[in-house]
């Protein structure tokens, strides 16, 4: 198993995506949709899902897709922000700031990884939402899995409570900083501006507030033996910085948005084809909410167990279309 890169992924297949209304006030990357029609868009959202799971299965990642098609759960396409995976066997149930956001917790998909993985245990968080504490997982923290950094830009959406409370789980050191766009809007989800890959980290320094700490970042990134590409703030709102580094047969993927690779410029390009592959996929529609193809896809860190003498071959990745409870 690669430490940073997983080979296998959850996705969320929705039925009823559209821009989140309770998530607009503090997500400056979310566009407002009312003007659209609300089931083309949704139609073309569940495509966009279809496409990028094709995408992967196609590039040898392993891929456990699951349909949703509950009403009141605009964003449940972003599953990780509810859960994370460790090596280790470690899984992690996160606290959600939207209301409508905190039934995308499914018990279906936890057992799925329970049946077809080593699990030692679950720790969930999703109990300091009583308490308006939040913490909303690999989206509001991108980690280093190698350095054991979880850099956090601080929101409302990530709590220093609940990051403490993680780090200390899960063996991470919390980096956080005050991070904002150009007019000053404070950045809502670390993962939009970031990526940490093997041997290169994708990052969005001039978001970082303070001068010191936007050095202390790009210098823990660096001290890792990884190329620091720096990304402006404009291919940031193109979400240049929401990819993820993963696993295939034939060696490390990085899957970006078209829209983020796009804006990539080719010495950019040159640098992170050093170690990966580019994998560019067009979701514009997901991208109206806000989020782009990191926040679509949830990594599996766990060790596969062996399948059963006598099943067939990929028998455990085929999942059922499941409507959530």
Same mark, same amino acid.
């Given at each position: 198993?690669?430490?940073?890169?997983?080979?296998?992924?959850?996705?969320?297949?929705?039925?009823?995506?559209?821009?989140?209304?309770?998530?607009?006030?503090?997500?400056?990357?979310?566009?407002?949709?009312?003007?659209?029609?609300?089931?083309?868009?949704?139609?073309?959202?569940?495509?966009?899902?279809?496409?990028?799971?094709?995408? /992967?299965?196609? *590039?040898?990642?392993? $891929?456990?897709?699951?349909? !949703?098609?509950?009403?009141?759960?605009? &964003?449940? #396409? @972003?599953?990780?922000?509810?859960?994370?995976?460790?090596?280790?066997?470690?899984?992690?149930?996160?606290?959600?700031?939207?209301?409508?956001?905190?039934?995308?917790?499914?018990?279906?998909?936890?057992? /799925?990884?329970? *049946?077809?993985?080593? $699990?030692?245990?679950?720790? !969930?968080?999703?109990?300091?939402?009583? &308490?308006? #504490? @939040?913490?909303?997982?690999?989206?509001?923290?991108?980690?280093?899995?190698?350095?054991?950094?979880?850099?956090?830009?601080?929101?409302?959406?990530?709590?220093?409570?609940?990051?403490?409370?993680?780090?200390?789980?899960?063996?991470?050191?919390?980096?956080?900083?005050?991070?904002?766009?150009?007019?000053?809007?404070?950045?809502?989800?670390?993962?939009?501006?970031?990526?940490?890959?093997?041997?290169?980290?994708?990052?969005?320094?001039?978001?970082?507030?303070?001068?010191?700490?936007?050095?202390?970042?790009?210098?823990?990134?660096?001290?890792?033996?990884?190329?620091?590409?720096?990304?402006?703030?404009?291919?940031?709102?193109?979400?240049?910085?929401?990819?993820?580094?993963?696993?295939?047969?034939?060696?490390?993927?990085?899957?970006?948005?078209?829209?983020?690779?796009?804006?990539?410029?080719?010495?950019?390009?040159?640098?992170?084809?050093?170690?990966?592959?580019?994998?560019?996929?067009?979701?514009?529609?997901?991208?109206?909410?806000?989020?782009?193809?990191?926040?679509?896809?949830?990594?599996?860190?766990?060790?596969?167990?062996?399948?059963?003498?006598?099943?067939?071959?990929?028998?455990?990745?085929?999942?059922?279309?499941?409507?959530?409870?």
């Amino acid at each position: 198993m690669n430490a940073q890169a997983p080979s296998a992924v959850i996705l969320i297949r929705p039925h009823r995506f559209s821009p989140n209304p309770q998530t607009a006030l503090d997500n400056a990357f979310q566009s407002p949709a009312e003007a659209l029609d609300a089931q083309l868009v949704a139609d073309a959202a569940r495509d966009e899902v279809t496409a990028l799971a094709t995408a /992967l299965e196609s *590039s040898g990642i392993t $891929v456990h897709l699951f349909d !949703d098609f509950a009403a009141g759960r605009p &964003d449940s #396409v @972003f599953p990780n922000n509810w859960l994370s995976t460790h090596a280790g066997g470690h899984v992690a149930l996160f606290p959600m700031y939207a209301p409508n956001r905190r039934t995308e917790r499914r018990g279906d998909i936890v057992e /799925l990884l329970k *049946s077809n993985y080593r $699990v030692q245990d679950v720790i !969930d968080y999703s109990g300091l939402e009583l &308490d308006n #504490v @939040f913490l909303e997982g690999t989206g509001a923290m991108v980690l280093d899995h190698l350095g054991r950094v979880a850099y956090t830009a601080k929101s409302r959406r990530a709590d220093p409570v609940a990051l403490e409370r993680f780090c200390t789980n899960f063996g991470y050191e919390p980096m956080a900083f005050e991070a904002a766009d150009a007019a000053g809007t404070a950045v809502y989800h670390t993962n939009v501006m970031m990526a940490v890959g093997t041997d290169f980290a994708l990052v969005g320094l001039s978001l970082i507030s303070c001068a010191a700490r936007r050095q202390e970042v790009a210098d823990r990134l660096a001290g890792t033996g990884r190329d620091v590409i720096e990304l402006s703030a404009e291919q940031v709102a193109k979400f240049a910085g929401n990819a993820i580094e993963l696993q295939g047969p034939a060696g490390r993927l990085l899957v970006l948005s078209r829209t983020a690779f796009d804006s990539l410029t080719q010495v950019q390009i040159a640098v992170i084809e050093r170690s990966c592959t580019l994998l560019p996929v067009d979701v514009p529609t997901i991208e109206l909410a806000g989020g782009s193809v990191r926040c679509m896809i949830a990594g599996i860190h766990l060790e596969r167990r062996p399948v059963p003498a006598g099943s067939l071959d990929g028998e455990q990745d085929k999942e059922p279309a499941l409507a959530a409870l």
